[in-house]
């Protein structure tokens, strides 16, 4: 009798820790499912020690020394790549990833269409144009070519495009102002500046038929002279075909950006 008392209690035990279990399980909600393809947008967003730049405006001293009052800024941005939560890639078309920036003519944001759905977590992309994609020649690039040449983007054919046109006026401590000009990129196929910039984001950008997002990057202006390496104007103000200070300059240009927001649009 005292096998039968205790049976019963055991299986009014493992029913009642049963009910409990089932009563404090997390029950999951499967993710939308992501289907077919829309655009992804970036808007670059210029600063100038955190807040947003002023054209034409001197601001206080760097850590060299010097205060910068920049006239425009126009840069080169290409080869996109697009990584999702689980790391998978999408690269976008090579011969549609090359765009530019120009604070001069307000030309800030760029889109990528037909991008596949996805939940993407970081983008890469470079700055400048790469050396496979110089060595194809003009002909190939034509049109890219003559759109930069209008957005003072370019040198002659042989020297290339200029991956960064900054342009302005400095001073140091107390002396006079005096103009400065960073005309950077690489120098033909002798002396390679391209640089990649690879960026997490806060927060997934998602995409489908229904979705598309608009991400908003942000770009530090003073890093370009003042990041990893340290570049005094008043020691060479026209920076150009420079192969001590041009690379260093890229790689700073490599700390300047980050994602500041996503905006998700649903259609």
């Known amino acids: 009798m005292k096998k039968v008392y205790i049976l019963l209690f ?5 029913v009642f820790t049963s009910c409990s279990s089932d009563d404090n399980a997390v029950v999951e909600v499967p993710e939308e499912v992501l289907e077919g393809t829309n655009s992804v947008s970036f808007v670059f967003n ?6 947003d730049i002023v054209y034409d405006q001197y601001y206080k001293e760097n850590s060299i020394g010097e205060s910068l009052n920049i006239t425009f800024l126009k840069y080169i941005v290409s080869n996109f790549v697009l990584i999702d ?6 690269t976008y078309k090579k011969d549609d990833s090359y765009f530019f920036v120009d604070s001069k003519t307000k030309d ?5 269409n037909n991008v596949p759905a996805g939940r993407y977590s970081k983008v890469k992309f470079g700055v400048g144009v790469d050396q496979e994609k110089y060595l194809r020649g003009m002909e190939d690039q034509q049109e890219f070519w003559d759109l930069c040449k209008e957005h003072d983007l370019i040198w ?3 020297t290339g495009y200029k991956f960064i046109n900054c342009q302005g006026l400095f001073k140091t401590g107390g002396q006079d102002e005096e103009g400065f ?10 002396l390679d500046n391209y640089k990649e910039v690879l960026l997490k ?7 489908s038929a229904k979705h598309k997002s608009t991400v908003h990057v942000d ?3 003073s890093k370009l002279l003042d990041s990893t390496h340290k570049i005094a104007l008043k020691e060479s103000p026209y920076i150009m075909i420079d192969a001590v200070r041009a690379p260093k300059i890229m790689q700073n240009a490599q700390t300047m950006f980050n994602i500041r927001s996503i905006v998700i649009d649903k259609e």
């Open 10 to 14: 055991a299986v009014i035990a493992f």
């Open 46 to 51: 210029h600063q100038m020690f955190g807040e």
């Open 85 to 90: 939560e689980k790391g998978a890639e999408f």
């Open 108 to 112: 800030f944001k760029i889109t990528l």
């Open 156 to 158: 002659g054919w042989i």
């Open 181 to 190: 000009q960073l005309h950077i990129g690489s120098h033909g196929s002798k």
């Open 201 to 207: 984001s806060p927060q997934h950008f998602v995409v």
């Open 219 to 221: 770009l530090e202006v």
